[in-house]
């Protein structure tokens, strides 16, 4: 068993961090409120790029019912949650949650403070796009705040599935899913990502700045593989689109 005594950023407790699995990442919880690293590492994170979120317009793509979302949209009156679902019209509602595709947002130009989201970028078919749309409908100044699974082995990020026209999932390695808020099968893994993420961004983006924190914290309860916290933050008019990085069209299909 391992333990750690801290306060937690998702739910404000004194707290214990406990975990029987050496495998911080998804079994190291809260006791309060059964919070793991990243969803911790994510409102620290949040809390300091964005003090006054509660008054922001904040979207936040993929939501599961955890505390960490339920947390912002109890604070936040212009909170936006939405689900990708592949039959449904975008920008509908479809079972009581807006469906939005990240690669293909409806929202207006410059009409969203903060998109943010916690491992969902690892299962887009085109990462390139969700980027452009995000930075397209945020205002200046506005952040994408999120979390994804980044490799430290990997230099290069890896494809690892793509999509087909015909919106059938093909793996180019063994098989991988992660838990999915909406369908039981899971979520197909596309991408394992590598060091380079945050210059792929850059490349994607027009006129933004990426910052990486990566926490390392007992107190926060913030321990394990995969604690990066991406702040992408839109700094104003368009600027000229950083040159090189080349590799990225070979990850097209």
């Known amino acids: ?31 309060h409120c059964k919070s793991i690293p990243r969803e911790r590492a ?4 949040l809390e300091r790029a964005q003090p006054d979120w509660r008054t922001k317009v904040i979207h936040e793509s993929s939501p599961a019912d955890r505390k ?10 212009n909170y936006i949650p939405t689900q990708y679902f592949p039959h449904a019209p975008l920008g509908s509602i479809h079972e009581g949650t807006r469906c939005e595709n990240l690669e293909a947002l409806t929202f207006e130009d410059n009409s969203i403070d903060l998109h943010c989201h916690l491992d969902v970028m690892e299962h887009v078919n085109h990462p390139d796009k969700c980027f452009e749309e995000m930075e397209r409908t945020l205002r200046p100044g506005g952040q994408i ?6 490799y430290e082995e990997l230099v290069h ?25 909406i369908d039981k099968k899971g979520a197909p893994v596309t991408f394992h990502y590598g060091q380079d993420l945050a210059n792929m961004i850059l490349q994607w983006t027009k ?10 914290d007992p107190y926060l309860g913030v321990l394990g593989k995969f604690r990066e916290v ?7 008019p368009a600027a000229n689109k950083v040159q090189g990085l080349k590799r990225w069209k070979n990850f097209k299909n």
């Not at 960490?68 to 009156?77: E, G, L």
């Not at 705040?145 to 980044?150: E, K, Q, S």
């Not at 793996?171 to 899913?177: A, D, I, V």
């Not at 006129?207 to 390392?216: A, S």
């Open 1 to 31: 068993m391992h333990s750690f005594s801290g306060t937690c950023p998702v739910c404000s407790h004194a707290t214990t961090y406990t975990s029987e699995n050496d495998w911080f990442r998804d079994f190291l919880h809260c006791a």
């Open 42 to 45: 994510f409102v620290y994170v």
């Open 68 to 77: 960490v979302s339920t947390r912002i949209r109890d604070a936040c009156p």
């Open 145 to 150: 705040i999120f979390t994804t699974p980044v």
């Open 157 to 181: 990020t890896q494809r690892w599935g793509y999509y087909d026209d015909q919106g059938q999932v093909h793996f180019l390695f063994e098989p991988e899913y992660h838990g999915n808020p």
């Open 207 to 216: 006129d933004c700045g990426v910052e990486v924190i990566t926490l390392n």
């Open 230 to 236: 991406f702040v992408v933050t839109k700094r104003g």
